[in-house]
């Protein structure tokens, strides 16, 4: 099927900068939006960040001017650029990509999520 490997994260000070990355593999025939969401302890997963295939872009309000999202279609990898983070970025960050695959003997469409990566904002 299809896998999302995401990389990157850990532990920062605030004020500085991280980079997470997302690589979608498997029997892809297409990628279409690809998107990073976060889940804080004890509360819901909100949307980060997305991007379709064309490039145009999306933020949550919370991150606008900070983070930046970009995607290498050649690769079906997505990048999240983080720089001047809070602690209230901390937060377990989920890749999520739109994928249309191979299963025999035609193409399913459906969304994959990675396995999800910790992002600690210490002060």
């Known amino acids: 099927q299809v896998q999302l490997v995401e990389s990157g994260g850990g532990l920062v000070q605030a004020g500085g900068s991280l980079s997470l990355s997302c690589a979608a593999s498997?029997?892809?025939?297409?990628?279409?939006?690809m998107a990073w969401y976060r889940q804080a302890p004890g509360k819901q997963r909100e949307l980060v960040a997305g991007?379709?295939?064309?490039?145009?872009?999306n933020y949550g309000d919370s991150v606008k001017g900070r983070f930046t999202i970009s995607r290498d279609n050649a690769k079906n990898t997505v990048y999240l650029q983080m720089n001047s983070l809070k602690i209230e970025d901390t937060a377990v960050y989920y890749c999520?990509?739109?994928?249309?695959?191979?299963?025999?003997?035609?193409?399913?469409?459906?969304?994959?999520w990675g396995q999800g990566t910790q992002v600690t904002v210490s002060s």
């Open positions: 991007i379709t295939s064309g490039g145009s872009t």
């Open positions: 498997g029997s892809i025939v297409s990628v279409n939006a």
């Open positions: 999520n990509a739109d994928v249309k695959f191979y299963n025999n003997p035609g193409l399913i469409g459906r969304q994959f």
